[in-house]
């Protein structure tokens, strides 16, 4: 079987080692490796991170993060903002719901980004707004939110606890966590850190802390208090995904050596070479460049080209795996991830295999 270039915004590509690592022997969760592992791997989170905050280690997708989130934080009948300008930030919504939350959503067209001024007055109707649920990158549509001007929009107006879902985003754009104050960041293994799928990472303010003691919903596996007290004696409540921790120390280690910097600026430096190999295909962009992502690209599917036979083609004969329009873009546009461990040549070879498809379709550019 030929490589596959699998080009969707995660699961991402694992280097080499960090499938060796994946493969490593099981070891007793409770015992002193453990405990060792653990001791380097939070120190390496916080390092990455630049935060003085515990990194919780879940095991979980990046869903499950979410959703530890507001089963920790929020109790039915709380007020809660979220942000409808895609599927992820719908996802969050949803989740807050299904927790009884008493929703207020901001609509936002998909391709654009929250504008700062909007989720303002928005909190000034909203006096007694005990969260509000925001979304880094919306890997749906392609687009990073204003982040840093949205979270001290919520400081500045509002009491409110403020949850960043940057499940993909953290580890491949900056994000100031501690000096943003943010409540609870999650994010997920199999995005930026190039691990496969299984563990989410929360990180959580002190006043996310208090709140944890405050909410009424019901949790137990995901009780976050459980994750704490045991990361601080060095181990998990539950079986942890060995192998996902093992790749991830191994991935971390590269990480810290390229530096977090590093590994921003090749992210937005990729990001700017796949948008332009897209316009130089002829083919239009779908988000908002201004607020264009740096870890996925979505275009916008020509006219005339049937999307399901391009996909199709791009798997089977150039090897090259898009992702797709979700719900309602299903068919409209195709999304080129380019999140952790990628370097320019697989990039334009995605691009190559999308001009060589498009022209097998008759497309002319
Ligand atoms: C991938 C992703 C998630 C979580 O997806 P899982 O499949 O549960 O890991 C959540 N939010 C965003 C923005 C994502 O990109």
Same mark, same amino acid.
Not at 33 to 42: G, K, Q, S
Not at 111 to 130: F, I, M, V, Y
Not at 338 to 359: C, F, K, N, T, Y
């Given at each position: 079987?030929?490589?596959?270039?699998?080009?969707?915004?995660?699961?991402?590509?694992?280097?080499? +080692?960090?499938?060796? #690592? &994946? /493969?490593? !022997?099981?070891?007793?969760?409770?015992?002193?490796?453990?405990? *060792?592992?653990?001791?380097?791997?939070?120190?390496?989170?916080?390092?990455?991170?630049?935060?003085?905050?515990?990194?919780?280690?879940?095991?979980?997708?990046?869903?499950?993060?979410?959703?530890?989130?507001?089963?920790?934080?929020?109790?039915?009948?709380?007020?809660?903002?979220?942000?409808?300008?895609?599927?992820?930030?719908?996802?969050?919504?949803?989740?807050?719901?299904?927790?009884?939350?008493?929703?207020?959503?901001?609509?936002?067209?998909?391709?654009?980004?929250?504008?700062?001024?909007?989720?303002?007055?928005?909190?000034?109707?909203?006096?007694?707004?005990?969260?509000?649920?925001?979304?880094?990158? +919306?890997?749906?549509? #392609? &687009? /990073?939110? !204003?982040?840093?001007?949205?979270?001290?929009?919520?400081?500045? *107006?509002?009491?409110?606890?403020?949850?960043?879902?940057?499940?993909?985003?953290?580890?491949?754009?900056?994000?100031?966590?501690?000096?943003?104050?943010?409540?609870?960041?999650?994010?997920?293994?199999?995005?930026?850190?190039?691990?496969?799928?299984?563990?989410?990472?929360?990180?959580?303010?002190?006043?996310?802390?208090?709140?944890?003691?405050?909410?009424?919903?019901?949790?137990?596996?995901?009780?976050?208090?459980?994750?704490?007290?045991?990361?601080?004696?060095?181990?998990?409540?539950?079986?942890?995904?060995?192998?996902?921790?093992?790749?991830?120390?191994?991935?971390?280690?590269?990480?810290?050596?390229?530096?977090?910097?590093?590994?921003?600026?090749?992210?937005?430096?990729?990001?700017?070479?796949?948008?332009?190999?897209?316009?130089?295909?002829?083919?239009?962009?779908?988000?908002?460049?201004?607020?264009?992502?740096?870890?996925?690209?979505?275009?916008?599917?020509?006219?005339?080209?049937?999307?399901?036979?391009?996909?199709?083609?791009?798997?089977?004969?150039?090897?090259?795996?898009?992702?797709?329009?979700?719900?309602?873009?299903?068919?409209?546009?195709?999304?080129?991830?380019?999140?952790?461990?990628?370097?320019?040549?697989?990039?334009?070879?995605?691009?190559?295999?999308?001009?060589?498809?498009?022209?097998?379709?008759?497309?002319?550019?």
């Amino acid at each position: 079987m030929a490589e596959i270039n699998l080009r969707i915004p995660g699961p991402t590509p694992c280097r080499e +080692e960090v499938l060796e #690592a &994946v /493969a490593r !022997p099981m070891m007793n969760y409770r015992g002193p490796e453990m405990a *060792e592992l653990m001791e380097e791997l939070t120190v390496n989170l916080k390092r990455f991170l630049d935060t003085s905050r515990d990194v919780l280690l879940v095991t979980a997708s990046g869903t499950g993060g979410l959703e530890a989130t507001i089963a920790n934080t929020i109790s039915s009948g709380d007020r809660v903002l979220g942000v409808n300008a895609g599927v992820f930030g719908r996802r969050f919504c949803d989740v807050a719901e299904a927790f009884g939350a008493s929703l207020r959503t901001i609509e936002v067209d998909e391709g654009l980004a929250l504008d700062p001024e909007t989720l303002k007055s928005t909190l000034h109707q909203e006096k007694n707004c005990r969260a509000v649920l925001l979304t880094h990158n +919306e890997t749906s549509t #392609a &687009v /990073a939110h !204003p982040i840093e001007d949205l979270c001290r929009v919520v400081r500045e *107006e509002s009491d409110a606890l403020v949850f960043v879902d940057a499940v993909s985003s953290l580890g491949a754009m900056p994000l100031p966590i501690d000096e943003l104050d943010i409540d609870v960041v999650i994010s997920g293994s199999q995005k930026a850190w190039g691990v496969p799928p299984g563990m989410a990472m929360l990180v959580l303010s002190e006043k996310a802390w208090k709140a944890t003691e405050l909410a009424t919903s019901p949790r137990f596996y995901f009780d976050l208090r459980r994750y704490r007290d045991a990361q601080a004696r060095g181990t998990f409540p539950f079986t942890p995904a060995l192998p996902v921790i093992y790749g991830l120390s191994v991935a971390l280690g590269f990480m810290l050596r390229e530096t977090p910097e590093g590994i921003f600026t090749r992210h937005a430096r990729i990001a700017a070479r796949a948008r332009e190999g897209v316009r130089s295909l002829g083919l239009e962009l779908f988000a908002d460049p201004e607020h264009a992502s740096s870890t996925v690209t979505a275009m916008k599917v020509p006219e005339g080209i049937d999307e399901s036979a391009l996909v199709a083609l791009l798997r089977t004969r150039y090897h090259t795996v898009y992702a797709r329009g979700q719900e309602g873009l299903r068919g409209k546009i195709l999304r080129l991830g380019h999140l952790g461990w990628v370097q320019e040549p697989e990039i334009d070879a995605a691009l190559r295999a999308l001009r060589s498809a498009l022209a097998d379709l008759g497309h002319r550019i």
